[in-house]
């Protein structure tokens, strides 16, 4: 999950997270505390989403996007070594 996103979406909507937990009805240690220790429960994220007026899946699309680069990067990366190799057996067969 993405935490850094729900701040900016917050932020763009013009919600610092002080107004952000006060509409949450929770104070603003607890979101602090949420936001800082990456403990943010389902019923938690739901209301974010739902003051937000975001889907929750949004919270999530930045993490699985970047996840999903670096697969993509290693992939090729994996492509490159392979093709040394063969590279390299093709020499040692000469």
């Given at each position: 999950?993405?935490?850094?996103?729900?701040?900016?979406?917050?932020?763009?909507k013009g919600l610092s997270l002080p107004k952000l937990a006060e509409k949450?009805?929770?104070?603003?240690?607890?979101?602090?505390?949420?936001?800082?220790?990456?403990?943010?429960?389902?019923?938690?994220?739901?209301?974010?989403?739902?003051?937000?007026?975001?889907?929750?899946?949004?919270?999530?699309?930045?993490?699985?996007?970047?996840?999903?680069?670096?697969?993509?990067?290693?992939?090729?990366?994996?492509?490159?070594?392979?093709?040394?190799?063969?590279?390299?057996?093709?020499?040692l067969k000469k």
């Amino acid at each position: 999950m993405d935490y850094t996103l729900i701040k900016k979406i917050a932020i763009n909507k013009g919600l610092s997270l002080p107004k952000l937990a006060e509409k949450m009805g929770v104070s603003k240690t607890s979101i602090y505390y949420m936001f800082n220790n990456k403990t943010i429960t389902v019923d938690n994220l739901e209301l974010i989403a739902k003051i937000l007026d975001v889907d929750i899946a949004l919270f999530f699309s930045e993490s699985f996007n970047s996840t999903q680069k670096n697969n993509e990067k290693r992939i090729k990366e994996l492509e490159m070594i392979i093709k040394i190799y063969i590279h390299l057996i093709d020499l040692l067969k000469k």
